[in-house]
Antibody, heavy 123, light 107 residues
């Protein structure tokens, strides 16, 4: 059974930093593209970042480019999102999600999602 | 950035009725469109990918159609567990974008 477990969320002041983690199990983590998707309270979904199977390729939303860094440790089956210079508008539930296919050329269909971790940016 | 619009914003129906949800893209996305279902307090769940393929374990009452800029999600006969918010999402171009959602609620 595929499981994705996010952690690392919490309350942080504007300008602060947080690192989110997503522990994966139930599939061969190193074979799949992984994504971070966020959802502000009562709002819709936004793809924040995507990372290829080996970590060499990444995408970032313009809203987080230069502030967030996605990475992965395939030896630990774990996905990360380092978030710096946090803003009030970054407040959201952050989900990690597995891509349906293990191929960077077909990226973008998210077949399994974690339960999310809440990040609140407030003074 | 490709913008997705969904209509209607809210669909009020009774169990057993047919639901038809629409998603329109500001530019063609070929068949690179997915549909997700989200219930309160839960993560989204993949229903349909590549416009018309059902994801693993999704009941046959869910079907998707369309290509280019216009897409439809149909639920043939609503079950009580189908009342939720439905999002479309394109993966044709980065950034991958979601529509604002259609809420299907009980009439």
């Amino acid at each position: 059974e595929v499981q994705l477990l996010e952690s690392g969320g919490g309350l942080v002041q504007p300008g602060g930093s947080l690192r989110l983690s997503c522990a994966a199990s139930g599939f061969t983590f190193s074979n799949y593209v992984m994504s971070w998707v966020r959802q502000a309270p009562g709002k819709g979904l936004e793809c924040v970042s995507v990372i290829s199977e080996g970590g060499a390729n990444t995408y970032y939303a313009d809203s987080v480019k230069g502030r967030f860094t996605v990475s992965r440790d395939n030896s630990k089956d774990t996905l990360y999102l380092q978030m710096n210079s946090l803003r009030v508008e970054d407040t959201a539930v952050y989900y990690c999600a597995k891509d349906r296919r293990g191929n960077w050329n077909y990226v973008g269909t998210l077949d399994y999602w974690g339960q999310g971790t809440l990040v609140t940016v407030s003074s | 950035e490709i913008v997705l619009t969904q209509s209607p914003a809210t669909l009020s129906l009774s169990p057993g009725e047919r639901a038809t949800l629409s998603c329109r893209a500001t530019q063609g996305v070929s068949s690179y469109l997915a549909w997700y279902q989200q219930k309160p307090g839960q993560a989204p769940r993949l229903l349909i990918f590549d416009a018309s393929a059902r994801a693993t374990g999704i009941p046959a009452r869910f079907s998707g159609s369309g290509s280019g800029t216009d897409f439809t999600l149909s639920i043939s006969s609503l079950e009580p567990e189908d009342f939720a918010i439905y999002y479309c999402q394109q993966r044709s171009n980065w950034p991958f974008t979601f529509g604002p959602g259609t809420k299907v609620d009980i009439k």
